[in-house]
Every structure is written in C-alpha cells, then in structure tokens.
C-alpha cells in the first residue's frame, strides 16, 4: 500500500530513520532525489520533556520535510505520550513508536525492542499515546521478535494485532530478532508472513536493505 494512513506517497519506499545519519539534511537530500517519506533518528522521551537544548536539537524539520515521521523511544507511558503530544505540536506528519532498537534495559525498565517480551507496558504506552492524540497519524516500529523462540513469534502478533486494533496506520518491521542486534541476515519471508497475514495494512520492511535493488527485491 502506498499510503501511511491519510498520507499518500508517490511511491512504496521511503527513508528510514538511523541512528547519527537521519538529520533535516539527510531528508531533504533524499527527498530532493524522489524520496516521498522519511523517519527521524529515535529521539528519547525524556530528553524532548526535558526542554532548552535538548528540545531545540530535536525538532529540526522545515518546509522542506513533509511528509516526515517523528519516532520516539522510552519506557512509561506517560512520559511517551507527553514527548507525542510535542512532536505533534510541532507539526511532525506521523507519530512512531520505536519498539525496534536492540538496547538494553535501563534501570530495570524496557525500551525498544524490549517491549517484545513486555508486552504489557508496550500496549500501554500505544494505548496512552492514541489516548493524548486520538487523530493523529500513528505508527510502530517493531522486530519480528525478541528471539528466536515459539514464545516470542506468539508476543510478536499479538503485539502486531494490538497495534492495528489501536487504529495505527502502519507498522515497520525488521526482519531480525532484538537479540540479534544487527548480526546475520534479515529473515526476509518473516516479511510476507507479516503482509499475507496483514493484507490490506501498510507494512514497512526493515534489515538488510543497502541499495536500490535491495528495497526492490524486498518489495517483490
């Protein structure tokens, strides 16, 4: 589907957000060579609460960088939603959540791609955040599980069927496991598992995409 909820794009691709790489410039190069969709890099909860400088860093979009993703990443539900409800003000076109990153957990809270086996506080930070902003365009960003296991695949749909049923427009997801960090391939066919079973949701494929070709190949 070439649309992120009301959002149509010109073509099915789009510029993922990465971590050190996904500045205003980076976009505006990619969308200035055909690039109808882009993602900021994570942008931590607590750090866009935080006010001044911190703040200032964070939102850096112009006229230029529409449409584009604010993505954000924390561990309460509160506290996410109230850094949502900031990305929103300032005019970010989509709302991500980032279940995705491989980090560890802080302070004996999950983050990222922890939520894939907390379950429970990831379901609430969607529900809070779709609480504070029930008309904005949201997404998630997930991996097709924590590891490897039965147990992990079972939380992955659960977690997939919940976003959906929480009325997100789409779901990124990458095709490695948060244990496997960034090592080994990415299970590509997980990804026509995730669309056959999501026909007519937008999903977003993630992990191994390196050239042109490669996103082409991902889509075929």
């Known amino acids: 589907m070439r649309s992120i909820g009301p959002i149509q794009l010109a073509t099915p691709f789009c510029q993922a957000g990465l971590a050190g790489y996904s500045d205003r410039a980076m976009r505006v190069v990619a969308r200035r060579r055909g690039c109808p969709y882009a993602v900021t890099e994570a942008l931590l909860d607590v ?5 001044g400088q911190g703040l200032r860093n964070c939102i850096d979009i112009d006229a230029e960088d529409h449409p ?3 993505q954000i990443i924390g561990s309460e539900p509160e506290s996410m939603a109230k ?3 900031i990305l929103h003000q300032y005019h970010y076109d ?15 809270k999950a983050r990222g791609g922890h939520m894939l086996r907390d379950l429970e506080r990831g379901k609430s930070i969607i529900r809070a955040v779709r609480d504070a902003l029930p008309e904005a365009v949201l997404s998630v960003s ?24 929480q009325g997100c ?11 496997q960090k960034y090592l080994g391939r990415s299970r590509w066919e997980f990804l ?13 494929g993630s992990g191994d995409v390196f050239t042109a070709q490669d996103a082409v190949r991902m889509l075929k």
């Open 47 to 51: 750090i866009l609460l935080s006010g």
């Open 68 to 70: 584009v993703a604010g």
């Open 83 to 85: 850094a949502a409800k």
């Open 94 to 108: 989509v709302i991500d959540l980032n279940f995705a990153c491989p980090v560890k957990k802080i302070k004996n």
């Open 142 to 165: 997930l991996r097709r599980g924590f590891d490897d296991s039965p147990e992990s695949e079972d939380q992955f749909w659960e977690l997939l069927e919940f976003v959906f049923e």
């Open 169 to 179: 427009a789409a779901a990124r997801v990458h095709a490695r496991t948060v244990e």
């Open 192 to 204: 026509r598992q995730v669309k056959e079973r999501f026909p007519n949701r937008t999903i977003l």
